[in-house]
């Protein structure tokens, strides 16, 4: 008879998530048994009610982190052990509009000049300059780089799906002198230490984490922002620049508009013009 994780993970499959989000929903029902100590088949709606409350109230869990376990855990009983959907009706997850914070293209400059090691420093260049995440950036492969057309080809990224973004000409340069390096033929940022062009590790997250938080500070740059604030100002930048909004979506692997939207938000030369524009009428009447 099959566990109840292999089921789980068998309906993570059919359903088409990503492995990254496959990851996340084991991981969040895996925390829910922790905290329970028996198996989710063994709980009922009220010990959920009382888990949601302890998420919320005790470990204050951040809106986003909420809606992370929530839609593990009801996928779980939803399609896995065949609960009603009026089951979950205990729990509405809470409206949030926060605003993402922005670096400026000179404290960009800034921060990327303070990153002493070049794979990193090259590395958050490339997150910027393609709006990449994480992830997709450190797992990068050299084949995905199509130096004639100046494309980068981001492929099985957040929600299974492949994209092209462009590329400077610069950073191509940049890229090809960096793999000379190391020549590893399946990885363009290989893990530093060890035989650089046989592994099969890419450098660390918290490695490149700790790096910008630390050139961050060495700078003199207090706003709060992490590396994926980078993405976030690379949005922004392409649209204070003109670049249509649709363009932008398909960039930055967008299913919905309205997760796009959110940068107009931001964006100050758009702001400027229509207020000259908005003159420009007043002044015929």
């Not at 009382?50 to 009983?77: M, T």
């Not at 990068?140 to 780089?145: G, L, S």
């Not at 938000?265 to 702001?271: A, I, P, V």
Request: aromatic share 8%.
């Amino acid at each position: 008879m099959k566990t109840l994780r292999t089921r789980l993970e068998e309906d993570l499959q059919l359903q088409g998530l990503s492995p990254v989000t496959q990851e996340i929903y084991l991981s969040r029902v895996r925390r829910l048994a922790e905290h329970f100590a028996k198996s989710p088949e063994q709980l009922s709606v009220e010990d959920l009610r009382q888990y949601f409350l302890h998420l919320r109230i005790e470990k204050k869990y951040s809106v986003q982190s909420l809606r992370s376990a929530y839609y593990s855990i009801r996928f779980l009983y939803l399609r896995t052990l065949k609960w009603k959907p009026e089951d979950f009706n205990f729990f509405r997850l809470p409206k949030e509009f926060k605003l993402p914070v922005v670096f400026t293209k000179d404290e960009i400059k800034r921060i990327l000049s303070g990153i002493r090691i070049s794979d990193y420093r090259l590395c958050l260049t490339m997150i910027y300059t393609c709006g990449l995440r994480l992830k997709e950036a450190i797992t990068i492969k050299p084949y995905d780089i199509d130096g004639e057309k100046r494309l980068l080809h981001i492929k099985e990224s957040k929600g299974n799906k492949d994209r092209c973004v462009p590329l400077a000409e610069e950073l191509i340069r940049r890229l090809r002198q960096h793999w000379k390096t190391h020549r590893n033929p399946h990885l363009l940022f290989p893990k530093r230490y060890g035989n650089m062009t046989q592994t099969a590790k890419t450098i660390g997250k918290r490695a490149l984490q700790r790096s910008m938080l630390i050139a961050k500070r060495e700078v003199g740059i207090n706003k709060p922002g992490s590396i994926h604030t980078l993405r976030h100002s690379y949005a922004t930048h392409l649209l204070d620049s003109g670049v249509n909004i649709r363009v932008i979506q398909e960039y930055l692997g967008h299913k919905s508009l309205k997760s796009t939207m959110i940068y107009t938000h931001l964006t100050t030369n758009s702001k400027e013009l229509s207020l000259t524009k908005i003159n420009e009428l007043m002044a015929d009447l």
